[in-house]
Nanobody
Framework: VQLVESGGGLVQAGGSLRLSCTLS????????VSWFRQAPGKGRQGVAC????????RYEDSVQGRFTISRDNGKGTLYLQMSSLKPEDTAVYFC????????WGQGTQVTVSS
């Protein structure tokens, strides 16, 4: 299993970013997949999840209405469109299956300045 996240960066509050993640080494379209994040000094938390069956989604309360998760099964790629970013969204963002496997990628850093 290999997980490669990209698309992070530095953005001002109110701005937008689109994260991408390629997942390989398993049958992508058979798994629910999620974005997680880990802020400095905090544990890793789930942010958004998308199912394998019907593409249904769920979001952590603090990102509901601002973030949109999507997937391209043909490309084995997961996306996270983030809008109206806030300083508290600053974190390293990871993708994984849901529930997560033991293997994690390097993540991609998102920094939101006030």
């Amino acid at each position: 299993v290999q997980l490669v996240e990209s698309g992070g960066g530095l953005v001002q509050a109110g701005g937008s970013l689109r994260l991408s993640c390629t997942l390989s080494g398993f049958i992508f379209d058979e798994y629910a997949v999620s974005w997680f994040r880990q802020a400095p000094g905090k544990g890793r938390q789930g942010v958004a999840c998308i199912s394998s069956i019907d593409g249904s989604t769920r979001y952590e309360d603090s990102v509901q209405g601002r973030f949109t998760i999507s997937r391209d099964n043909g490309k084995g790629t997961l996306y996270l469109q983030m809008s109206s970013l806030k300083p508290e969204d600053t974190a390293v963002y990871f993708c994984n299956t849901d529930p997560p496997s033991r293997i994690w990628g390097q993540g991609t850093q998102v920094t939101v300045s006030s």
